[in-house]
């Protein structure tokens, strides 16, 4: 049985951004700080709140939620909170936070 503590986050992605962290143009990825992310991205410590990021090395991403979907194993160089205020990415405005994911290499590919 596979230990749930140890896998690998699985993000789902429209298939345009997961085409273009494919080859190579898109270098990040954003996440709201909702307690969905900050469960998968955070440890909590004994007073019950999250005070430290998992040391998280790779993600995988998939196209919507199909059986046979597009999916990748992707190197995670970091991962952080950020807030916006010089450059501001699509769908953000100035003073947005959210969990920054820079991406590295891709190391796996399925169905694609």
Do not use: Q, W
């Amino acid at each position: 049985m596979k230990n749930k503590t140890n896998s690998i986050p699985v993000l789902i992605i429209k298939e345009g951004y997961f085409n273009e962290i494919l080859n190579g143009t898109k270098i990040e990825e954003y996440r709201s700080l909702s307690e969905h992310y900050f469960k998968m991205f955070c440890k909590k410590g004994k007073d019950g709140y999250y005070d430290e990021i998992k040391p998280i090395k790779e993600i995988t991403l998939a196209v919507g939620y199909r059986k046979d979907r597009k999916t990748a194993v992707i190197e995670v160089k970091d991962l952080y909170i950020c807030a916006f205020e010089k450059e501001i990415p699509p769908g953000f405005e100035k003073g947005d936070e959210c969990f920054v994911i820079e991406l590295g290499k891709v190391k796996k590919t399925e169905n694609v």
